[in-house]
């Protein structure tokens, strides 16, 4: 259960990207998924293209944290053609924002069985089974995602599999897999973020500088990113990059728990 906790603390589905993509705005702990509607599934019959409608509308509304809606709209989806394995997915990712595990649990088993090897379902499936503490076998079906030669996005399992392995404290493991997450995609921050945390933490924070510079040349600063960058140049001893972090991080983020740890001091 720490496992469970210390995952679901890095970001579970809360956090699930804006735009329906990996959120540029948001690095750092969140899980990467991708909501957005499943285009490339053909539908076979008038109940399964209604059921699609619904999946797609319920995945925008996971988007949106609105999961009440998107519960809803998984339920009428499942009924117009309960074999249609993302309205299943749906179903999984609602519970999975819901913390219900069980139910969870149990519709990614359903999507999994009706769509096997389906790279978006392994994705979040895998996700899934690292919250829930099972880190091996999460990691195992995020690896089968990313391999996927059909799967437009593999650098977001990568990614995940590197928060997984980051929840563990395996920072090597997760080094590695967040260097994969930016091979196949450049310009994923989320993952050159953790790139720079760990850095931090092997008390290399020249490194972690580096990073950071390249994070914030793609994207705007969070207060988990501003806060990593006053650590790392009080790392450094640079008072004046320090300082216009420390100053970003109170204009911007003023009641962020990030500026809260500034306040206190509590810079470990």
């Known amino acids: 259960m720490k496992t469970a906790h210390l995952l679901?603390?890095?970001?579970?589905?809360?956090?699930l990207l804006s735009g329906c993509t990996t959120n540029p705005a948001a690095p750092g702990g969140s899980a990467s998924m991708d909501l957005r509607p499943a285009a490339d599934r053909p539908v076979t019959s008038e109940?399964?293209?209604?059921?699609?409608?619904?999946?797609?509308?319920?995945?925008?509304?996971?988007?949106?944290?609105?999961?009440?809606?998107?519960?809803?709209e998984a339920r009428i989806a499942m009924a117009y053609d309960d074999t249609y394995a993302p309205a299943h997915h749906l179903h999984a990712l609602v519970q999975m924002a819901l913390n219900d595990a069980a139910s969870a649990r149990?519709?990614?088993a359903r999507a999994d069985a009706l769509a096997p090897g389906d790279p978006d379902i392994n994705n979040s499936y895998g996700w899934f089974l690292c919250v829930q503490g099972e880190v091996d076998a999460g990691v195992q079906m995020l690896e089968q995602s990313a391999r996927n030669p059909y799967y437009a996005t593999p650098t977001r399992p990568m990614t995940n599999a590197?928060?997984?392995?980051?929840?563990?404290?395996?920072?090597?493991?997760?080094d590695g897999y967040f260097r994969?997450?930016?091979?196949?995609?450049?310009?994923?921050?989320?993952?050159?973020?953790?790139?720079?945390?760990?850095?931090?933490?092997?008390?290399n924070p020249e490194?972690?500088?580096v990073y950071l510079n390249t994070v914030h040349q793609k994207?705007?600063?969070?207060?988990?990113?501003?806060?990593?960058?006053?650590?790392?140049?009080?790392?450094?001893?640079?008072?004046e990059?320090?300082?216009?972090?420390?100053?970003?991080?109170?204009?911007?983020?003023?009641?962020?728990?990030?500026?809260?740890?500034?306040?206190e001091g509590k810079y470990e």
């Not at 679901?8 to 956090?15: D, E, N, R, S, V």
């Not at 994969?180 to 008390?203: M, S």
Request: glycine content about 6%.
């Open 241 to 263: 990059t320090e300082a216009s972090y420390t100053s970003q991080l109170k204009s911007r983020f003023p009641t962020s728990p990030e500026y809260q740890k500034l306040i």
């Open 162 to 174: 590197g928060l997984c392995r980051m929840g563990q404290g395996q920072l090597e493991a997760a």
């Open 207 to 209: 490194a972690a500088h």
């Open 47 to 72: 109940n399964q293209a209604r059921a699609k409608i619904h999946t797609d509308l319920g995945m925008a509304y996971v988007s949106a944290q609105r999961t009440g809606v998107a519960l809803d």
């Open 219 to 239: 994207t705007r600063p969070t207060a988990e990113s501003l806060w990593l960058g006053v650590r790392v140049e009080r790392a450094r001893n640079d008072k």
């Open 106 to 108: 149990a519709a990614f």
């Open 8 to 15: 679901a603390t890095l970001g579970l589905i809360g956090a």
């Open 180 to 203: 994969r997450a930016v091979a196949l995609d450049p310009n994923n921050v989320q993952a050159i973020l953790n790139l720079a945390a760990i850095a931090y933490r092997r008390n």
